[in-house]
């Protein structure tokens, strides 16, 4: 990131050259410093945050609630934070994740001054694994923190929570009442969880978002309601700003959602330049109010929906553009043009792609925007007529939603709806490129498309296959747990999984799961559980039952029945070595597990502790190029005896970011002084490469570093010799 002289000089250098009239030079860097000015904000709030190591008083308004099983996550608007001072203004508007396990009475619009116990805005960061760092600053998160003491509420909740409050309270009766509601006013508190993630695999999720298909359809609806009404071109002014009225109070009952906002903003530009050409051409309107929304709303060029919302939109202009036909002819196009150019949008930003997108979509596009979002704004209006006429229409609705839901669960049942795979983000450059060098070619409309549609499919060709000689260790960024993949020619091994939590969330399926299909659903073949603490075995069950296959060997421990690791087994080349220290249990009965390669070893130590340690270095420990450090780096492990038999060349300590023990403990990176050591909190899931050349190193938060808000900040960083 530039530093602040840098940005103030590309602000001033920017301001001249707009004087000069080099208008390109100039918007580049005043962009360059509007965008600089921000990163600065948030960056010097997260430092802040970071310099208190005691509970801090802020405070600000309540934006959002969520019920979780845990307790109430609720989102704040920030206005102040002790020791900072204001911290919304023109240039940046920060926020918080407060997390109330009392069962206190919030509520939306209230201003909230309190004492949290605060951490910076941080994420586990693994390969192919959802970017949860990028989504916190797409939302201007800077702090996450639990709530200690309220000094005051005030205010009262806000005219849209109170409506969709209402409506919800309506709808709840309803079976389909949640997508009803979510197509209302973008609110998800009735979806059931099992029906967000249908609707998301066919490629349907986007129906759940208000955005630019449902703000069009509404428009366009009022639109033709209005034209009815009041014919001819004396009332062409003032249908348009009816339009504009309904689609602006539909976006205000989203909660001016950012990509409600965002979808209002291009539909109402293109409507001026198809209503006035004079002042702009429709995709002229797309591009304004891209820049409208990157000036009001900076940080969401980070958010996926920016790009898939515009992306979509050009599609639909280019489809148009291609075909002038037969308004038939123009659906299928505009559903074929967005499909095939959001793939590699969808591969790049998600790692996969729905299988049958495309011909679902042609259907349910459709059906929605004809039928089912019209209707359910049928039966809002008539709700301050007649309720019982109104949950007759939502009613209706609801038995075509219905027969939606019900052939996306048996379709589901007969194939996948969705599939994983890498995603490069390359393909783009193709996609750009190619569409501008086939339209300065002036060769035919069905060519150009072809090209553009096709060119990132280019990018497969690109991409090394890895040579079979190497194996890779990864080291997977859980938090304050541990979870390693071994992988050698197609083949896995999985060393714990992790902690599941009560929430349902688990690092198995938020790490592991990504990096495996990333990685093209390679087999299982051993399972090694070191002990049944939560943070290494917590997703045991969904493990086993997902590859029931696999070879499982288990340490000593209490809760479970029995062990299984004793053990020796050549694989694929390389030698697995299973052993533990029979006379504990628990932490010091966990299963070790040594990989010795043709010309390399790599020790795994589970949660062992200087007792267990003592026990092994007796029976004999062999030098080790790798070692995962016993217990996330605790002082009470990794004894000078250890150390000095084991003499690794690179160690790694998975541990959580700031978490409560402080590990890994300085006492353990002073006894591996001379090792090159890597924290998972700060460096992200780590991976080493080897092969008979020798092993290359790859931690995610240095292959990232070219984003500024993936670098390390001062208290991630260890001594000199740790990353």
């Not at 955005?211 to 062409?236: D, K, Q, Y």
């Not at 949950?391 to 007969?414: F, H, P, R």
């Not at 697995?576 to 628990?586: D, N, T, V």
Request: proline share 4%; glycine share 8%; charged share 15%.
């Amino acid at each position: 990131m530039p530093t602040l002289a840098v940005i103030c000089g590309a602000f001033i250098a920017g301001v001249l050259a707009l004087l000069l009239r080099y208008r390109f030079i100039a918007g580049l860097l005043l962009g360059i410093a509007w965008l600089g000015f921000h990163a600065h904000g948030y960056r010097s709030l997260i430092q802040h945050v970071e310099s208190y190591q005691q509970p801090v008083r802020f405070s600000g308004t309540i934006t959002q609630l969520d019920a979780k099983s845990y307790g109430l996550q609720m989102r704040l608007n920030l206005h102040r934070i002790e020791g900072y001072g204001q911290c919304c203004n023109a240039l940046f508007k920060a926020a918080l994740i407060i997390y109330d396990n009392q069962a206190r009475d919030f509520e939306v619009g209230q201003v909230l001054v309190a004492t949290a116990k605060l951490k910076p805005a941080h994420a586990p960061l693994n390969h192919y694994g959802f970017n949860y760092t990028r989504w916190l600053l797409a939302k201007q998160v800077v702090a996450k923190g639990r709530l200690i003491e309220i000094e005051s509420i005030s205010g009262a909740r806000d005219w849209r929570e109170r409506s969709v409050a209402n409506l919800a309270a309506s709808l709840i009766t309803l079976e389909q009442g949640g997508v009803i509601l979510a197509l209302l006013s973008g609110d998800k508190r009735l979806l059931a969880p099992e029906q967000l993630t249908r609707f998301r695999e066919a490629g349907l999720s986007h129906l759940l978002v208000v955005s630019g298909l449902h703000i069009a359809t509404v428009g366009l609806w009022v639109w033709g309601g209005l034209s009815l009404l009041l014919a001819g071109n004396r009332f062409r002014v003032s249908r348009l700003i009816l339009c504009l009225a309904a689609t602006l109070g539909y976006v205000a009952l989203t909660g001016w959602a950012l990509p409600a906002l965002r979808a209002l903003l291009m539909f109402s530009l293109v409507l001026l330049g198809v209503f006035y050409r004079q002042l702009w051409r429709p995709w002229q309107g797309v591009l304004l109010s891209a820049l409208v929304i990157v000036l009001v709303f900076p940080f969401s060029v980070y958010d996926s929906s920016f790009y898939l919302s515009f992306a979509a939109t050009a599609a639909v202009l280019l489809a148009l553009w291609w075909q002038r036909t037969s308004k038939l002819k123009q659906l299928v196009a505009i559903q074929l043009v967005i499909g095939l150019m959001l793939l590699p949008l969808q591969l790049g930003l998600f790692g996969g792609v729905a299988l049958f997108a495309l011909p679902i979509n042609l259907v349910m596009v459709p059906l929605f925007t004809l039928v089912v979002i019209p209707g359910c704004m049928m039966g809002l209006l008539l709700l301050g007529v007649s309720e019982p006429l109104s949950m007759l229409v939502w009613q209706t609705m609801g038995v075509v939603i219905a027969y939606v839901d019900n052939a996306l669960a048996s379709l589901s049942e007969l194939s996948p709806l969705s599939a994983h795979a890498p995603g490069w983000l390359s393909g783009m450059w193709w996609l750009v490129l190619s569409s501008l060098l086939l339209l300065r070619s002036r060769l035919s409309r069905a060519a150009v498309l072809l090209a553009v549609l096709l060119a990132p499919s280019i990018n497969t060709l690109l991409v090394a296959p890895q040579r079979a000689s190497q194996w890779r260790v990864v080291v997977l960024d859980v938090g304050q747990g541990l979870s390693v993949v071994v992988e050698r020619a197609g083949h896995v091994l999985l060393y714990d999984t992790g902690a599941r939590y009560p929430s349902g969330f688990s690092f198995f399926e938020a790490s592991f799961l990504p990096w495996w299909r990333g990685n093209g659903s390679p087999r299982v073949e051993h399972i090694v559980l070191s002990h049944a603490d939560n943070d290494h075995a917590g997703a045991e069950l969904p493990l086993l039952s997902m590859f029931p296959g696999a070879d499982v060997y288990r340490g000593r421990d209490h809760r479970w029945s029995s062990a299984n690791c004793n053990d020796t087994v050549d694989w694929h080349g390389l030698r697995l070595r299973l052993f533990h220290a029979e006379q504990f249990s628990g932490n010091n009965g966990s299963c070790l597990l040594l990989v010795e390669g043709p010309m390399h070893r790599v020790l795994i130590s589970g949660d062992v502790e200087r007792s267990a340690e003592e026990v092994l270095v007796e029976k004999g420990l062999p030098k080790v190029d790798v070692l995962v450090s016993p217990h996330h780096g605790s002082r009470s492990s990794s004894s000078r005896a250890w150390v000095r038999a084991l003499k690794p060349q690179y160690v790694v300590h998975s541990a959580g970011f700031a978490n409560q023990y402080g590990f890994p403990a300085t006492e353990t990176l002073e006894a591996y002084r001379g090792a090159q050591q890597y924290v998972t909190a700060s460096s992200g899931s780590v991976e080493f490469r080897i092969s008979q050349s020798g092993v290359e190193v790859v931690s995610e938060r240095s292959h990232r570093q070219r984003y500024w808000y993936h670098r390390n900040t001062s208290s991630d960083l260890a001594p000199d010799w740790v990353e």
